[in-house]
């Protein structure tokens, strides 16, 4: 199952965790390898992760035991390389009588077929739309072609599930799509590229949540300017961008994010409330 941890999580976005958090299951490795990744103790493909999770029922049981205390929504993140497995969790969390809101929380580095096939299994997408840059993709995530990739990608998220998000009457989000982008140091112009894209290509009415949270890791230690935090004038230069296009949906976030997103996968609950 290559199931790295499962686990009640209240740090996304307002409308998909909410005061009561979402259950998350995080899957180890990934079809990324990007060299800045927050999860980079589960995320890289050289390193074995133990798991406890060794069956579609096992991992239920895990979600059924988070589900029970009032919390309506199920996430996979990282899933784009499991997702056979996700469909089999699905299945046996839904033979258990819970019907939980579930959310796909990819890179975007998506297969259109792939995304085709879980019209039916998936509410909300909840992608990335990490780079407009070939040259930045190859040399920060191994992939010269995510543009391209994640283009189809999002525009099949988007061909069905359109751009109005859909929530219940506490504000949770019910069924839709929610485009992620993180702002990364130095790299203005990229994010610059791919609010134009999603603007132009798909709409300005989308709901977009636009990060400040990169967070330096170790291995970006002699990796200029990826070695530092992101600064002001560089998140005010997209957000400035973002209100030009027209955007008005979704969340923008506090400098001072960057210190509270970071997991610690070695621990029982790897994110602190």
Same mark, same amino acid.
């Given at each position: 199952?290559?199931?790295?941890?499962?686990?009640?999580?209240?740090?996304?976005?307002? &409308?998909?965790?909410?005061?009561?958090?979402?259950?998350? $299951?995080?899957?180890?490795?990934?079809?990324?390898?990007?060299?800045?990744?927050?999860?980079?103790?589960?995320?890289?493909?050289?390193?074995? $992760?133990?798991?406890?999770?060794?069956?579609?029922?096992?991992?239920?049981? &895990?979600?059924?035991?988070?589900?029970?205390?009032?919390?309506? #929504?199920?996430?996979?993140?990282?899933?784009?390389?499991?997702?056979?497995?996700?469909?089999?969790?699905?299945?046996?969390?839904?033979?258990?009588?819970?019907?939980?809101?579930? $959310?796909?929380?990819?890179?975007?580095?998506?297969?259109?077929?792939?995304?085709?096939?879980?019209?039916?299994?998936?509410?909300?997408?909840?992608?990335?739309?990490?780079?407009?840059?070939?040259?930045?993709? %190859?040399?920060?995530?191994?992939?010269?072609?995510?543009?391209?990739?994640?283009?189809?990608?999002?525009?099949?998220?988007?061909?069905?599930?359109?751009?109005? =998000?859909?929530?219940?009457?506490?504000?949770?989000?019910? #069924?839709?799509?929610?485009? %992620?982008?993180?702002?990364?140091?130095?790299?203005?112009?990229?994010?610059?590229?791919?609010? #134009?894209?999603?603007?132009?290509?798909?709409?300005? @009415?989308?709901?977009?949540?636009?990060?400040?949270?990169?967070?330096?890791?170790?291995?970006?230690?002699?990796?200029?300017?990826?070695? @530092?935090? =992101?600064?002001?004038?560089?998140?005010?230069?997209? $957000?400035?961008?973002?209100?030009?296009?027209?955007?008005?949906?979704?969340?923008?976030?506090?400098?001072?994010?960057?210190?509270?997103?970071?997991?610690?996968?070695?621990?029982?609950?790897?994110?602190?409330?």
């Amino acid at each position: 199952m290559n199931i790295a941890a499962i686990t009640l999580h209240r740090g996304e976005e307002p &409308a998909i965790s909410g005061p009561q958090g979402i259950c998350n $299951v995080f899957f180890a490795h990934c079809n990324l390898q990007c060299r800045f990744c927050q999860n980079h103790q589960i995320s890289g493909n050289h390193r074995p $992760v133990p798991t406890a999770f060794h069956s579609p029922e096992q991992a239920a049981e &895990a979600i059924a035991a988070i589900l029970e205390t009032g919390v309506h #929504r199920l996430g996979f993140v990282s899933p784009s390389h499991m997702v056979p497995q996700m469909v089999a969790i699905i299945a046996a969390v839904r033979r258990r009588g819970f019907r939980p809101i579930v $959310v796909y929380n990819s890179n975007g580095y998506d297969q259109v077929r792939t995304l085709r096939a879980l019209e039916e299994w998936i509410d909300v997408y909840l992608p990335d739309c990490k780079y407009g840059n070939p040259h930045l993709a %190859r040399t920060l995530s191994g992939a010269a072609d995510y543009p391209e990739v994640a283009a189809a990608a999002l525009t099949e998220m988007y061909r069905q599930k359109g751009n109005i =998000l859909h929530l219940d009457d506490n504000g949770q989000a019910e #069924r839709g799509l929610i485009v %992620r982008h993180l702002v990364l140091p130095g790299a203005v112009a990229n994010s610059l590229q791919v609010l #134009r894209f999603l603007a132009h290509e798909l709409s300005p @009415r989308l709901t977009l949540s636009l990060m400040a949270q990169y967070q330096p890791t170790a291995a970006m230690d002699n990796c200029p300017p990826l070695n @530092r935090p =992101l600064a002001p004038a560089e998140y005010e230069q997209v $957000v400035a961008e973002l209100e030009r296009l027209g955007f008005t949906n979704g969340w923008l976030q506090d400098m001072a994010s960057a210190g509270h997103y970071n997991p610690d996968f070695s621990r029982p609950t790897p994110f602190s409330d």
